[in-house]
Each structure stands twice: as C-alpha cells, then as structure tokens.
C-alpha cells in the first residue's frame, strides 16, 4: 500500500506511528494524566498497563491503576536463595510474593535438601551437631560395655582355688558341690599349667598378632621343635588380615571415624574367635608330646583381654609326662612377665589381665584379696598412662619397632619361707 503526499510516493511501511495514550482529568491543566487503559478504567490490584497485564515477576501492586511504577519490588528477605519469583494469574496484590525452588532437590517452603530440612527440624546446625555428638558418645559407652560384657576371654577374673585341707568358701551364691567342683577345676588347671606365651603385634590392619617361630625355654621339654614351628606358620596366618580389611578402614577412617573402631574391633572378634576354634578343635595338638593332650585336645587354650588387642596362648600338662618338675612352682618361674592390654588410647587404656590362672599363681605367694586390690589400683592408675610417656620414659630399643608394656615380676628376697615379691613395669 503506497501513501501520495505532494509530488513524493511513500510505502507503508516507510512511516512511524506513535501511540499516544497518557490522558486523565489533569491534561488540560498542563499536567500528565495517568496511563490509560483499553477500557478506560484503572486496572485492578496486580495488574497494571494498557491491557492490565499481570506485574513482572518479583514484583507485585496494592493499588488501583495502570502505571507501570506502581509495580513495587517483592521484599528481598521474603525469599531463599534457592528460590526465584514466579508469576500468577491475576498478577500478585500481597506480600509474600508466590516462588518456587530452583530445583527438584530442594523442598519447598524452604527450599532445604532432606538432609537440611532434618538439620533445621532439630535447631540447626549447632544444636543438631551437639545432639549427634551426645549420640556418638552415648553409642560409644553403650558399645563399650557391650564390649566388655559379650566380648572378652573365656574366664572371668574370680576368686583363687583354695589350698588342699582348706576350708571350702561358702560365699558363692549356689550350692556346695557346685562350688567343690568349681575349685577343684580351677586348682587342677592352674597346677597343670606351664607357660604363658603372649602373642606379639596389637591386633591392628598394620601390626597383626603373631608367634615367634622359636619355643620360649619353659615349653622346649613339651613340644616338638619342627611341629611346633608349623603351628606357628598356621597360627600367624589366621591372625593375619586381608588387604581388604585394611583398605575399608583407612576409608571409614576418613568419613567417619567411630564406624572405623566399629569395623576394626568386629575384626578383631572375628580373629579371636578364628583363633580359638582352629586350637580347641582343628588343630590336632600334634606339637605336643604328650599322647593324652593330642588325643583330648586339652593342652593348648588362646584367650586373650576384652579390648581384643593382647592375646596369649597357655600350655598344659597332659598328666602323662614323665618328667616330675614340671610344672614349675611360681618362685621357680621368676621373673616372669606379665603383659598390658590396651594401647594407652581412651578407647583402650593400659590394664592388666587378673583371669583365673594368673590369680592361683599369685596365690601362691600373696592372698587373692591383695592380688585383686594390687591390680584394681594399677588399672585405676594405668587409665591415667598414655602410650607416648612409658615409651618416653622407658626408651625400649627393640630392632623391630615392636614393643610390649607390662609387669616383670621376680622375688626379692626369701624370709620364714616366704618371699617378698617385686614388680617392675617393663
């Protein structure tokens, strides 16, 4: 379509038009009226414009009209910042103006992930953190005394058999015969039993327990050499732990660290109970000499302390050796040496092991009640001792790197036929 203006010949599309739509009741007073609408009536609240469109996002109108400036900001703090303003039919007339989260992940009206949204419902992040430390705490006392409780050796310390003629203690809670067969077991055990051979290592994924290939002295007249060294062999080889194991610790260790001791101490009860079921019935006891242990499978026992990191391995008499000195009294086997438990750690402090064998031993020198009350002061003592002041203080000098705390005990001095004993921590 063409326009004629004079002699000129325009296009259509060559001119501009401009629509002018500011009136009202102050135009003809030199004043600019408000905007207009189609209808020629203010737009409602929410809505402004020609055509009353609805306020941009973020933004909304209390008012009546049409001006563009009557659209206010929605108020900054109104929002997360996960969020952003969305737009609503009929445009927005109050605050809070209506948003959405950004992302699926997010849950409204916060806009917080599942694991923010359980942070917030306790407090926030201060007070959820020391809710979960208090749990963490109440869950490594509840696991420690499960520890002690279901975990440990097979004997509980107790009371010391009595001397032959003595009379029988009436305290125990049960009946009479019960408690002569409970001593006379006890009695028969520890004057049956020759050595106590502790394994070496703290039970850890990097330093395993394990045996010495060569018999300690006090057990060379009991077992075969050879025999006795593939005892070893296979003893070290169930104690050892797989790469695996080592590997999902030093993760756990990272992320979290009381899942880590949990892992570590399961391990740990797997061995010990490895350990003990291939000595009471895999093992054939072929490292003995005596006939009647091999054929009993009652010469070698494993137990160890309840924090799992000190093991030890007894020996005993079948009955049908031929040798009279042996077992050996316990002045005979002075000095003898007793090993700490634990590693100094509060999870694991330094103790000593009173079980049944070691108190009828003592007994022998001192009465059960001033061996308890002895190492009852010492653990209470020990709980005190980390494992960096003994080393600092005794400076063992080991070409292993492995060293083992714990008691040497050795007789003094002998008066009235009774001898005054001696204990040293090594």
Known sequence: MFVTAGSDTHSWSDWVFTLHCRGGLGRDEGHAGENGTVSGKACPKGLYGIFCEECPAGTYKNVTGSDRALCRPCPADDIPHRAAYVTVRGGIAKTPCPYKCVSDRFHMPHCYTAL??????FGGPWLFGLLLLGLLILLALVLSVARMKFVGVDELPGPAPTQHGSQIDHSFPFLESLNEVLETNRAEESQSHVHRMYFMGRNTFSEPWHLPHTPPEQIKEIVYEGAFNTFVDEINGIAAYQWWEGAIYSILSVLAYPLAWSWQQWRRRIKLQRLREFVRSEYDHA???SCRSRALYEGLKVAATSDLMLVYLDFFLGGDEKRTDIPARLHQRFPMSILFGG?????APFSIQSDNILTSLMSQMVPPTT???????LNAQLRLVRRGRLRVTFRPATTSGHCQYGLLVHAVEKKANRYLLKALMV
């Not at 923010?116 to 419902?121: F, H, V």
């Open 116 to 121: 923010e949204e359980l942070i917030y419902t």
């Open 287 to 289: 490292c003995l000499r």
């Open 343 to 347: 590693d100094g750690s509060y999870m």
């Open 371 to 377: 061996w308890y009350r002895m190492a009852a002061g």
